[in-house]
């Protein structure tokens, strides 16, 4: 079996199967190898949101309604601890409105833009914040993508609905799996990384905050990567959080609530 390369009159070239999925896996391998650059945030475009929700991440009425009439921007969601983002003051809730003066509507021009700058490039901002009446102008360096240190990941983006009951998204968290190489940068080793924590969650008032490492919850060791589910009890109990912070090791209790 394989590909028809040529036909010339009644005879046919075909190319092996085996020479196929060899060619496939180069592909892959060099795809994998090339570095992504990386911003740091998760994000909906303003076009998809409700002035609703707008209004809830803490922007006041003019000016949601404002972005809900230009349909245009990404509404930042979370922003990764020690990201290019990050160290530049993005923060949840602020609105990108521009990537290199080009206005954005949707994640697919976003992400586009992104990698045609590529790995260390420069990328012109413009951002709106719900806390400030005029726009900011930020020029912000993008890094490679740390994807080959990180695990997959726990939890989608916040703002999913139908959360797993049990799972940490259920409870306003969003976190990934961190390998041991990563972890040691944050003084743990491995866990997961918490990139987000929804402000008013049981979780948030406990104390939990982005950057913290999970290492154990109610015992159970997260480090390995193998770990049993559901990670929280039931509703209106209590889980006890091993998390490690500033690479000091720090005890939460949490109380779940129905997600």
Known sequence: MGILDTVEGHEAT???????????????????????????????????????KILGVGWNAERAKELCDNQNGILLTSVMPGSPAALNQLKPGDVILSVNNSQIKNGDEFSWILQEAGPGGSVQF????????????????????????????????????????????????????????AGTRLGASGGLLVVYVQP???????????????????????STGQYRRPLLKNPGTSSAFTIVRNKQKLQLTITTVKG
């Open 200 to 222: 008013q969650t049981a979780a948030y008032k406990a104390g939990l905050r982005p950057g913290d490492v999970i290492q154990a919850i109610d015992g159970q060791n997260l």
């Open 126 to 181: 413009t951002i709106a914040r719900p806390d400030k009446a005029v726009t900011e102008a930020l020029e912000i360096q993008l890094s490679e993508s740390p994807d080959p240190l990180f695990g997959r990941r726990v939890s989608s983006a916040f703002g999913v609905k139908h959360a797993e009951p049990g799972s940490l998204m259920s409870q306003g968290i969003e976190a990934i799996a961190i390998k041991p190489k």
């Open 14 to 52: 075909v190319v092996p199967i085996a020479s196929v999925l060899s060619a496939v896996k180069r592909v892959r391998d060099r795809q994998a190898s090339v570095p992504r650059p990386w911003l740091g945030v998760r994000g909906e475009p303003i076009g998809a949101m409700t002035l609703e």
